[in-house]
C-alpha cells in the first residue's frame, strides 16, 4: 500500500500509484475537452519546479494564481510551487484592483501567474506598488511570458535531485497557503493553512463522499481559489476521479450534459438557478403534463429520507420519478447522484425536492478557517437530515457555546491569521476557534446551523431578529432574486429586495400590464409592488409579530460580484449592501 498523503504534493503521486489516470485534470480549450494523464500532471509540476528553483525561489517565498476559471494549469502550478516549501497564494479574480495590491503586498508575492487578459491588465494597474518581480499568463496574451516559459526553463532535469531535497524537507506542519478570505467588510484577512490542516480535512472528508471507485467524474465550477473547492478537487485526486473544469458559471448548463458527472458541489444559489430553470420549462407543458409535473413537484417538497413518509408515499414517488423526476436528470446529464452544498443554507424544500429526484443534495458546512469542513451529510449510513448540515467529520470536535456560538478544534483549524497575532488570539479559546456562527446539535449528533452572532440584531424595542431565516423564506418566492432584512436599532425590521427581473418581466407581459418591463419602469409599477407585498406577507405568515417585515423598498439593479454587493462566493456585503442602497434605507425609516 502507498503512504497516505501527509503534504498536498503528495495527492497526485499517490493517485499515480494507486489509479494512474488517463484523464485526471480536464479543460476545455477552444471547443474541445483536453485532457492531462496523472503522469503528465506529475510531469509538468516538476518542470515548473526545476524553473522556479532556476528563478531563485526559497523557501516560504510567496507565488500568486489568479485565475478567472478553475483550470488545469492551476493545479499544475498548485504542485509546482508547493513541492519546494514556497507558498501558493490564490487571490480571487474578481476583487478590485486595490484588492490585488493589498494582499499582494501584504503576502509579499514576488511571482504571479495570471488566467487572461482582463486579470493581467488589474494585476499590471497597480504592479509598480507590489513586490512583484514578473506576471506570467496561463492564455496567451501579448506582451505578456506565457506560463509554458517554465516548462522550457525546467525542460533540463540536471536539478531534479535539488527539487527531491526541497521536497523532503517540508513537514507537514509547514505552512501551505494563505487564502485571504474575501470578507463580507472590511479589508481581507489571511488565514495560514498548513499541509496537515488541508491533507487531514481532506483524508477525514472523504467517507462522506459517495465515491466508490470505478470511472467517476466530477464536474468542478466553484472558485478553486476557494478552500471549499480546493480541498474538494485534493479529495477528488486521492480519490482516483477525473475532474472536468467548467467553462464558467453561465456554461453550465452545456458543460453538465457535455460532462455527465456523478458529483459536483453547488452553492444554494445556483440549486436555486438550476429549480428556476426546470420550473420555467415546466411552465411551458400544457394539459396532463403540466398537471403531472405540478404533481411531482408537490410530491418532491413533501420528501423525507429513509422512507419515512409511508409506502403509500413511496410509491407516489416511484412513480413520480419515472414519469417527471428522470427527465429533470437526463437535462443534468443523467448521471448526477449527489450535489455538495456550502458556503450558505440551502432552501430546505429544494433540498427535498433534488432528493426526490435522485440527484441528493448533501449540505456541508465549514469556513476557510477550518480548512474547511467542520461536518458534512452522506446519504448512507444514516447520515443525512433535511435542515441539518450533518455529523462533525472525524477527528474534528464541535461543542456550543453557552451563547450557542459554535466552536471547533481539530486538526483542520488554522494556524493564525497571516501578521495578526493579536486578531489571531480574538478568535481561539485555547485549541477551539470561535466560528462566529450560532447552531445546535441535536440528539443524534448532527449539527444545525440556527444563524451567524454579527448577523443577528436587535431592534429598538429590545426584540431579536435573525436575518438569513427571513431571507431563506423570501428567496423561496420566484418574483424575488436577492434580499437582505435590515433593522438594526430600528423600531422594525424591513428589507431590501432585488426582484428576480426575468420572470417579473414574463410576468408582466402573461398580465398584459401597461409598464415597461426595464428594471426601473418595473420597480416603480404600483402593480409590482402589490405583487410583491403578497410575497412578503407568505414570507411574515411563518414568523412572530415583532419579526415580521413590515415595509420594503425594491433595488433598480441586479446584485452582483461586479457591483460589490457579493462576495465571490455569492454571500452579500451586508454593510456595502446598505451603503450603496442608503437612499431606499432612508425613505424605509423615514
Known amino acids: 500500500m502507498p503512504k497516505a498523503p501527509t503534504r498536498l504534493f503528495d495527492f497526485p503521486y499517490y493517485q499515480l500509484e494507486q489509479h494512474n489516470l488517463a484523464a485526471s485534470l480536464v479543460t476545455k480549450y477552444n471547443g474541445n475537452w483536453i485532457k492531462t494523464s496523472t503522469q503528465e500532471y506529475i510531469d509538468k509540476a516538476n518542470s515548473v519546479s526545476r524553473a522556479l528553483l532556476r528563478m531563485g525561489i526559497k523557501p516560504n517565498d510567496k507565488i500568486a494564481v489568479i485565475s478567472t476559471t478553475n483550470r488545469t494549469e492551476w493545479n499544475i502550478m498548485d504542485i509546482g510551487i508547493l513541492q519546494l516549501g514556497a507558498q501558493n497564494i490564490p487571490i480571487y479574480p474578481t476583487i478590485s484592483a486595490e484588492d490585488y495590491a493589498y494582499v499582494l503586498n501584504h503576502s509579499e508575492a514576488i511571482y504571479c501567474f495570471v488566467s487572461d487578459a482582463d486579470v493581467l491588465a488589474k494585476v499590471l494597474k497597480i504592479k509598480d506598488q507590489t513586490p512583484l518581480k514578473e506576471v506570467f499568463s496561463f492564455d496567451e496574451i501579448e506582451g505578456c511570458k506565457h506560463y509554458s516559459s517554465l516548462f522550457e526553463l525546467g525542460a533540463d532535469p540536471s536539478n531534479q535531485a535539488d527539487v527531491e531535497e526541497r521536497k523532503s524537507q517540508v513537514k507537514p506542519s509547514d505552512l501551505a497557503t494563505i487564502i485571504y478570505t474575501s470578507g463580507t467588510t472590511g479589508r481581507p484577512k489571511g488565514v495560514m493553512l498548513s499541509h496537515n490542516n488541508l491533507v487531514s480535512n481532506a483524508i477525514d472528508s472523504i467517507e462522506r463522499l459517495p465515491i466508490k471507485g470505478g470511472e467517476i467524474r466530477i464536474l468542478s465550477f466553484l472558485p478553486v481559489c476557494h478552500v471549499f473547492e480546493r480541498v474538494l478537487i485534493y479529495i477528488y485526486q486521492y480519490a482516483g476521479c477525473s475532474i472536468y473544469y467548467a467553462e464558467s458559471i453561465d456554461k453550465i448548463g452545456e458543460n453538465i450534459k457535455e460532462v455527465r458527472p456523478h458529483l459536483m458541489s453547488v452553492v444554494p444559489r445556483l440549486l436555486e438557478k438550476l429549480f428556476d430553470k426546470i420550473y420555467a420549462k415546466g411552465e411551458e407543458l400544457s394539459g396532463i403534463k403540466k398537471l403531472l409535473f405540478y404533481w411531482a413537484v408537490r410530491i418532491g417538497e413533501q420528501y423525507e429520507p429513509y422512507q419515512a413518509n409511508g409506502p403509500w408515499y413511496a410509491f407516489k414517488l416511484k412513480i413520480a420519478r419515472k414519469l417527471i423526476f428522470s427527465k429533470w436528470k437526463e437535462a443534468l446529464g443523467g448521471e448526477l447522484s449527489t450535489m455538495v452544498s456550502g458556503s450558505a443554507p440551502a432552501q430546505p424544500r429544494l433540498i427535498r425536492i433534488f432528493c426526490a429526484a435522485e440527484m441528493y443534495v448533501m449540505e456541508g458546512y465549514g469556513l476557510t478557517e477550518t480548512s474547511p469542513v467542520v461536518s458534512v451529510g452522506k446519504y448512507e449510513g444514516h447520515q443525512f437530515k433535511v435542515g441539518c448540515v450533518g455529523p462533525p467529520i472525524p477527528n474534528v470536535h464541535v461543542k456550543i457555546a453557552e451563547d450557542g456560538e459554535i466552536l471547533v478544534k481539530g486538526p483542520n483549524v488554522m494556524m493564525g491569521y497571516y501578521k495578526d497575532p493579536e ?16 447552531g445546535e446539535i441535536d440528539a443524534d449528533g448532527f449539527l444545525k446551523i440556527t444563524g451567524r452572532k454579527k448577523e443577528m440584531f436587535k431592534t429598538s424595542g429590545g426584540k431579536y431578529v435573525i436575518p438569513p431565516l427571513l431571507e431563506g423564506e423570501l428567496k423561496r418566492s420566484r418574483f424575488i432574486e436577492q434580499a437582505m432584512v435590515v433593522g438594526e436599532g430600528e423600531k422594525m425590521p424591513a428589507a431590501l429586495i432585488q426582484p428576480n427581473f426575468e420572470f ?24 409590482v409592488k402589490k405583487r410583491i407585498q403578497q410575497e412578503v406577507d407568505n414570507c411574515n405568515k411563518h414568523f412572530g409579530k415583532w419579526e415580521q417585515i413590515k415595509r420594503f423598498e425594491l433595488t433598480p439593479d441586479v446584485w452582483s460580484i461586479e457591483g460589490g454587493h457579493l462576495t465571490p462566493t455569492l454571500k452579500m456585503k451586508r454593510a456595502i449592501i446598505k451603503e450603496i442602497y442608503k437612499d431606499l434605507y432612508a425613505k424605509i425609516y423615514a
Open 423 to 438: 486578531l489571531t488570539a480574538q478568535v481561539m479559546t485555547g485549541d477551539y476557534f470561535h466560528t462566529g456562527d450560532k
Open 504 to 527: 417579473l418581466a414574463e410576468w408582466v407581459k402573461i398580465k398584459g400590464l401597461k409598464i415597461g418591463t426595464s428594471p426601473t419602469e418595473m420597480i416603480n409599477s404600483e402593480e
